[in-house]
T-cell receptor
């Protein structure tokens, strides 16, 4: 079993829909990282959080340390949000990654 | 600022050849790291460095060497390439390892070993 599990693996949505991507992990962590990988391959750091919630524009990330679970929400989704979203857990300079969720937003 | 610069973008090697993947950052970041990304496996940490002169192993270090002689540069060396090292390699840097530091990734190097 992977240390970091993401669901769903693939997600297709219509423009404007509310999106939720989930991440569960089985190891102790000091922080959790959400990344976005564009269709061209480039990777962008979205959030790094250790508790509660963070918001940036239409993106919201939450984490529940006790339940070892994090969610990434996208409000009012847009075709430009189409990408692979990757969850990673961080502890003591080591980072372990989920396999990613491929999101496609159709106009 | 250029951010994190990786070279080359593409490389084909023959089994047994050696090469160095270059990674440079101009943000004065202390933490630098190398990852490989394989289909179905996600990203995996190869080696990391928390500052000049300090390196450590990640999840999949075998077959790779690193050094950190300056803050700016963190090269990844393949001493004897194997087909199992065919992958996309990403370098990343961060100001430090605290929660507030975001990561900046390079654009990746696609390596094929034949």
């Amino acid at each position: 079993k992977n240390e970091v599990e993401q669901s769903p693996q693939n997600l297709t949505a219509q423009e404007g829909e509310f999106i939720t991507i989930n991440c569960s992990y089985s190891v102790g962590i000091s922080a959790l990282h959400w990344l976005q990988q564009h269709p061209g391959g480039g990777i962008v750091s979205l959030f790094m959080l250790s508790s509660g919630k963070k918001k940036h524009g239409r993106l919201i990330a939450t984490i529940n340390i006790q339940e070892k679970h994090s969610s990434l929400h996208i409000t009012a989704s847009h075709p430009r949000d189409s990408a692979v979203y990757i969850c990673a857990v961080y502890n003591n300079n080591d980072m372990r990654f989920g396999a990613g969720t491929r999101l496609t937003v159709k106009p | 600022n250029a951010g994190v610069t990786q070279t080359p973008k593409f490389q084909v090697l023959k089994t047994g050849q050696s090469m160095t993947l270059q990674c440079a950052q101009d943000m004065n970041h202390e933490y630098m790291s190398w990852y490989r990304q394989d289909p179905g496996m996600g990203l995996r940490l190869i080696h990391y460095s928390v500052g000049a002169g300090i390196t450590d192993q990640g999840e999949v270090p075998n077959g790779y060497n690193v050094s950190r002689s300056t803050t700016e540069d963190f090269p990844l060396r393949l001493l004897s390439a194997a087909p199992s090292q065919t992958s996309v390699y990403f370098c990343a840097s961060s100001m430090d390892t605290t929660i507030t530091s975001g990561y900046t990734f390079g654009s990746g190097t696609r390596l094929t070993v034949v």
